[in-house]
């Protein structure tokens, strides 16, 4: 079983980027999936969710209006687009996989997680 991000990097204040998780060796339809983020010395935190078969979408207060979810389960790909990026936003994000959209925050209920991309916004 697998996540791996791509796509993170270091971005001025205003910039855009797309991070892309791609999953192997379990059944993506059967998972809700998320993106979440930790910053130096901070608990990570959901960003966006999105349902097994991408109708349901989250967005926390934060970043709504600035990212967008989406999934597409014929080619086990998740993806997280970001604009008007501030440095606030600047944390590891990580790709995960949980079955219960009820735990979707509880981070210990996770079944997979990948091994994050740093996001980086500074100027």
């Known amino acids: 079983v697998q996540l791996v991000e791509s796509g993170g990097g270091l971005v001025q204040p205003g910039g855009s980027l797309r991070l892309s998780c791609a999953a192997s060796g379990f059944i993506l339809k059967e998972y809700h999936m998320t993106w979440v983020r930790q910053a130096p010395g901070k608990e990570r935190e959901l960003v966006a969710a999105i349902e097994n078969f991408g109708v349901g979408r989250l967005h926390v207060d934060s970043v709504k209006g600035r990212f967008t979810i989406s999934r597409d389960n014929t080619r086990n790909m998740v993806y997280l687009q970001m604009n008007i990026l501030k440095p606030e936003d600047t944390a590891v994000y990580y790709c995960?996989?949980?079955?219960?959209?009820?735990?979707?925050?509880?981070?210990?209920?996770?079944?997979?997680w990948g091994q994050g991309t740093q996001v980086t916004v500074s100027s």
């Open positions: 995960g996989a949980v079955r219960k959209w009820s735990e979707i925050r509880a981070m210990n209920a996770y079944d997979y």
